[in-house]
Nanobody, 125 residues
Framework: VQLQAFGGGLVQAGGSLTLSCVAS????????LGWFRQAPGKEREFVAA??????????ADSVKGRFTISRDRDNAKSTVYLQMNSLKPEDTAVYYC?????????????????WGQGTLVTVSS
């Protein structure tokens, strides 16, 4: 599976952005999908994840209520989205999408087998 993330950019605090991650390959529906982020000088951290069916979602406390993860209905476009609202300067980071088919936890980088290249989100105050 190859992943490619899009949609990063510069936005003012309080604004919104939607990130997209397109996956290649025929087995998109078998993968749980996640978003992580890494700010300068910090470790990569979990942001959000969605189960294979799309029926369950998971969020970091820092983004809960502001970010929404979703995946294409019926996985037709092999795309996962991250809608980000009420952005804060502390959301500034490179955002990575990831895919994994192990089941179980979605919260750690080791839960995923494939990673996109990252897209930079900068939130100005």
């Amino acid at each position: 599976v190859q992943l490619q993330a899009f949609g990063g950019g510069l936005v003012q605090a309080g604004g919104s952005l939607t990130l997209s991650c397109v996956a290649s390959g025929r087995t998109f529906s078998t993968y749980g999908l996640g978003w992580f982020r890494q700010a300068p000088g910090k470790e990569r951290e979990f942001v959000a994840a969605i189960s294979r069916s799309g029926g369950r979602t998971y969020y970091a406390d820092s983004v809960k209520g502001r970010f929404t993860i979703s995946r294409d209905r019926d996985n037709a476009k092999s795309t996962v989205y991250l809608q980000m609202n009420s952005l804060k300067p502390e959301d500034t980071a490179v955002y990575y999408c990831a895919a994994g088919d192990r089941g179980g936890s979605y919260y750690y980088p080791d839960d995923y087998d494939y990673w996109g290249q990252g897209t930079l989100v900068t939130v100005s105050s």
